[in-house]
């Protein structure tokens, strides 16, 4: 006691510390606010439909981020979320279980953060996205179904002394569901001028759910007169799950890759949702064929789930003599699957029939 008084406050402390480990996460959280302040907001594009009378459908155009998908957004959330939380340091191994898309936008941060990444896909996986995570500097390990994604990717990143993203979990909870540019603050910003700005319904697919809660949420934050339908797929859990107000549902998994899931993940939250309908993946690959012709470009088997879903609601609207908008998303491009979608061969192989449902929907929109 007598030393301190005499010596003062530096008496017998050891030299502080240098924190290197925080010096490395400054440096990788700037390059990430790098990348988003690089990354101009993805448009709201407006496709005009004849036959929707009095009703304005626009789609928010997340395919042309720069891994040219809307999962952009969120592996950067789950990058800093991983960060902050001093789970991802200098040198740490990426682990995620993925459908494709994710890890794609996942192995280009990691390339930007010199870090080793491995993704766990379903060996269904389409070529272009494994082919895409290759090019980024990501490797792939493959499980034969999409229940095993998760167990392999765990058991991986204990194997490596790594980190397991795991957007399935951390989806909801990485993204600023009240703010910050995310995806639903950047809609309701660019509807702000146009002649119906508070949407009717915002149409939504879920692979995660993390999109669609932050939607939710947003909405509900907002004080918003909006409603949310979630369009889900054949063999997904996530509609049972909704109308039975049950987590335990299972289901076989979905063909239509980045949505629909064989489990209830952790990062849906049904309490933020409207409605919810199935959509047959007859109708949503049909959906994505028209959309595509309308667009001049071809969009994703998940984006035809959406624009199939908003059809319902347009002819349920004019049913009932109402007018409004609509918002649904464009998640990323369909060059990632012309060896599956717009491949006639594999339909056939996969008794896929498109022309009636093809029908169907020019019929209204036409």
């Not at 594009?45 to 009095?54: I, Q, R, S, W």
């Not at 794609?104 to 080793?116: C, H, N, T």
């Not at 994505?288 to 959406?306: A, D, K, P, W």
């Amino acid at each position: 006691m007598s030393d301190l008084l005499t010596l003062g406050f530096d008496a017998g402390l050891p030299p502080l510390p240098e924190c290197h480990e925080r010096a490395w996460a400054r440096h990788a959280i700037g390059i990430l606010n790098g990348d988003a302040h690089r990354s101009a907001d993805t448009h709201l594009v407006k496709p005009d439909f004849a036959g929707l009378k009095g009703i304005s459908v626009y789609f928010k155009d997340e395919s042309t981020h720069p891994t040219g998908s809307l999962k952009h957004r969120l592996a950067r959330s789950l990058f800093l979320y991983g960060i902050c939380n001093g789970r991802i340091r200098q040198g740490t191994t990426l682990v995620e279980a993925s459908s494709g898309s994710t890890a794609v936008s996942e192995a280009y941060f990691a390339r930007l953060l010199g870090l080793r990444f491995i993704a766990v896909m379903p060996r269904s996986t389409s070529r272009q996205k494994v082919d895409e995570i290759t090019r980024f500097g990501g490797e792939s390990h493959f499980v034969d179904h999409a229940g095993a994604v998760y167990a392999a990717a765990a058991q991986i990143a204990d194997e490596t002394q790594g980190y397991y993203l795991d957007q399935f979990t951390y989806a909801e909870r990485a993204t600023d569901w009240r703010g910050n540019n995310n995806i639903a603050d950047s809609i309701f910003r660019q509807m702000e001028d146009e002649e119906s700005p508070v949407p009717e319904w915002v149409v939504m697919s879920a692979g995660t759910g993390g999109t669609a809660a932050t939607l939710g949420r947003y909405i509900r934050y907002r004080n918003l007169g909006t409603r949310l339908c979630v369009v889900d797929v054949e063999g997904s859990a996530f509609y049972d799950a909704w109308r039975l107000n049950d987590r335990e549902v299972t289901a076989p998994g979905s063909r239509i890759e980045g949505i629909g899931r064989p489990r209830v993940e952790p990062s849906f939250v049904p309490g933020v949702i409207d409605h919810m309908m199935v959509v047959p993946d007859a109708a949503s690959i049909a959906a994505m064929h028209v959309l595509s012709e309308r667009l001049y470009r071809r969009v994703g088997g998940s984006t035809g789930t959406n624009f199939f879903g908003l059809c319902c609601i347009a002819s349920a609207m004019m049913r009932e003599g109402r007018k409004g908008s609509l918002v649904s998303l464009i998640c990323d491009s369909g060059e990632r699957y012309s060896a599956t979608y717009y491949n006639p061969d594999w339909l056939a192989e996969q008794k896929i029939d498109i022309a009636p449902w093809r029908q169907m929907i020019e019929r209204l929109i036409d």
